[in-house]
């Protein structure tokens, strides 16, 4: 069923789990996503970023898919769908096309324009029964065109943009997007301690999730993170199988070439990382 992320980040925090976001580019991406929680009885945010989006043809498009999608495969584990890094106008068409969660991401204006556009946004979003994500302190790297230097946030600015009343909030505290170069420093649990100590009862969310060692996503759990985000990791395993299935000639015997049969592999990867990482989370048995 398609809900807001609101209940279970909030039972996610409260349990010291993390319910991961994994986000979606295509028909199988979806359909991996869905049955692998529906498997492993996990709760699941489904993130579009806004260039997913265009590429699926548009955000009710995607919409339509997943809510589709979860009726015919007879999904009962709780599913979000949500808007990753959006932006102001991207937030309005995703309310508009039926999506259950959005993020604003503010934080590239100053603070007091994130601010007042969150503020906004909040009061919207609560008056459809929706999930607000929004966030303070750039995460590094580069997502859809969105680039971040990986800044760690200021937790007394993170405290205003918590005290809105969002449903979860994004901080950078040395995370990035896509893969961690061998000089990575790691994440801040300074940071993040201090961000917690000021937020109370916030689900936090850790983006970048791909790459970083499990000692530090278990650490960064303890410490608040409720919701972690997954995309580049689910690429390269899609991307790996779907390379192994062509080098070995598979798709040039019999009917291999059939896109139903060419795609599978990746398919399945895709299956295996998700699954990796909600036993990872702790978010296993928890719908």
Known sequence: MLVSAKDMLVKAKAGKYAVGQFNINNLEWTKAALLTAQECNSPIILGVSEGAGKYMAGFKTVASMVKAM?????ITVPVALHLDHGTYDGCYKCIEAGFSSIMFDGSHY??????????????????????????????GGEEDGVIGK???????????IADLGVTMLAAGIGNIHGKY????????????????KLTGDMPLVLHGGTGIPEDMIKKAISLGVAKINVNTECQLSFA????????????????????????????????????????????VGKA
């Open 181 to 196: 170069p061998e000089n990575w420093e790691g994440l801040s649990f300074e940071t993040l301690d201090a961000i917690q």
């Open 110 to 139: 100053p603070i007091d324009e994130n601010v007042a556009k969150t503020k906004e946004l909040v009061e919207v979003c609560a008056g459809k029964g929706m999930s607000l994500e929004a966030e303070v302190g750039s995460i």
């Open 70 to 74: 979860i009726e015919e495969l007879k």
């Open 240 to 283: 790996a199988a779907t390379r192994k299935y062509i080098e070995e000639g598979k798709d040039l015997s019999g009917k291999g070439f059939d896109p139903r049969k060419l795609l599978n592999p990746g398919f399945e990867a895709i299956k295996a990382t998700i699954k990796e990482k909600m036993e990872l989370f702790g978010s």
């Open 150 to 160: 990986g800044e760690c946030a200021d937790p007394t600015e993170c405290k205003q």
